[in-house]
């Protein structure tokens, strides 16, 4: 059974930083893709940063500068580390394994990788 399990969320004030983990089971990060995603209140899925076949990490353009995605294989573990947090990153962070054929550039949704997380809460006030 493939699980992940997010975690390192919470509330901080703005300008804070915050690191979240994601703990994988049934599948190794290292021989997979992974990527972060998050879901506001009312908004559709927005893919942050990406880990590729080993690959070089890929961050959306609107965290690049103060979002990080980082693997420790060795614990199977995925971090996003945000720093400078804003009241718009408030939102349900996911991390998510094994791309599909239906991942596109910049991505699109649930429907880009097989196998997600429960989330996690970020909430960032101002």
């Known amino acids: 059974e493939v699980q992940l399990v997010e975690s390192g969320g919470g509330s901080v004030q703005a300008g804070g930083s915050l690191r979240l983990a994601c703990i994988a089971s049934?599948?190794?990060?290292?021989?997979?893709?992974v990527g972060w995603y998050r879901q506001a209140p009312g908004a559709e899925y927005e893919l942050l940063a990406t880990?590729?076949?080993?690959?070089?990490?890929w961050v959306q353009d609107s965290v690049k500068g103060r979002f990080t995605i980082t693997q420790d294989n060795a614990r199977n573990t995925v971090y996003l580390q945000m720093n400078s947090l804003k009241p718009e990153d408030t939102a349900v962070y996911y991390c998510?394994?094994?791309?599909?054929?239906?991942?596109?550039?910049?991505?699109?949704?649930?429907?880009?990788?097989?196998?997600w997380g429960q989330g996690t809460q970020v909430t960032v006030s101002s």
């Open positions: 880990l590729i076949r080993g690959g070089q990490p």
């Open positions: 049934g599948v190794s990060f290292v021989d997979s893709d």
């Open positions: 998510a394994a094994e791309a599909t054929i239906h991942f596109v550039a910049g991505g699109s949704g649930r429907g880009d990788f097989k196998y």
